[in-house]
């Protein structure tokens, strides 16, 4: 099974960015598409954006324009660059791969 670690997080007034990373142990990752999700308190998890292993992108529509999903297949990572923060992404951030999921990491989008 894969372990997947999230890093990158913070406090960051509306407006501002946040780059996420998460690294992926073993060689599934480079074959195998990742997704960024997160879930708000009280909410449920939700999908943010997905990569595909050729670099083909989606997201959701409350994130697009200003979220970018990318790959790094020769660091087995992925990044999440988070601009033009609001306060309504404060969140949880987790990536996932093939039925595994990080630990999270806190997002928090506030003046």
């Known amino acids: 099974q894969v372990q997947l670690v999230e890093s990158g997080g913070g406090l960051v007034q509306p407006g501002g960015s946040l780059s996420l990373s998460c690294v992926a142990s073993?060689?599934?990752?480079?074959?195998?598409?990742m997704a960024w999700h997160r879930q708000a308190p009280g909410k449920q998890r939700e999908l943010v954006a997905t990569?595909?292993?050729?670099?083909?992108?989606n997201y959701a529509d409350s994130v697009k324009g200003r979220f970018t999903i990318s790959r790094d297949n020769t660091k087995n990572t992925a990044y999440l660059q988070m601009n033009s923060l609001k306060p309504e992404d404060t969140a949880v951030y987790y990536c996932?791969?093939?039925?595994?999921w990080g630990q999270g990491t806190q997002v928090t989008v506030s003046s």
């Open positions: 073993g060689n599934l990752f480079s074959n195998n598409p």
């Open positions: 990569i595909s292993r050729g670099g083909y992108t």
């Open positions: 996932y791969l093939k039925g595994s």
